[in-house]
Nanobody, 125 residues
């Protein structure tokens, strides 16, 4: 599975931005897709994920209520709509995917098999 992420950029605090990630797979049934982020000099952190079978979404507490993850089944693409952006959202955002191994593994970056190239999101205050 290859992941192609896009949509990063420079915005001001309070603005919105949408990231996209297209997966080159025949089907994503039985997979999880999501996003992690890594601020400069800090560890990567879970942002959001969606279980393709069933469509349940999961968010980090820091983005809950501001970010929305959605999918387009026909395009094998996920979208991360980021609203009310804050300076602390500044990071490189990585699209990820893995076979669905259950909820306990959703937030563990070490359990993801596929990573996109990363896209920079910079929020100026």
């Amino acid at each position: 599975v290859q992941l192609q992420a896009s949509g990063g950029g420079l915005v001001q605090a309070g603005d919105s931005l949408r990231l996209s990630c297209a997966a080159s797979a025949r089907t994503l049934r039985g997979y999880v897709m999501g996003w992690f982020r890594q601020p400069l000099g800090k560890e990567r952190a879970f942002v959001a994920a969606i279980r393709w079978s069933g469509g349940s979404t999961h968010y980090a507490d820091s983005v809950k209520g501001r970010f929305t993850l959605s999918r387009d089944n026909a395009k094998n693409t996920v979208y991360l709509q980021m609203n009310s952006l804050k300076s602390e959202d500044t990071a490189v955002y990585y699209c990820v995917a893995k076979p669905d191994r259950g909820l306990p593994t959703i937030r563990d970056g070490n359990r993801y098999d596929y990573w996109g190239q990363g896209t920079q999101v910079t929020v100026s205050s």
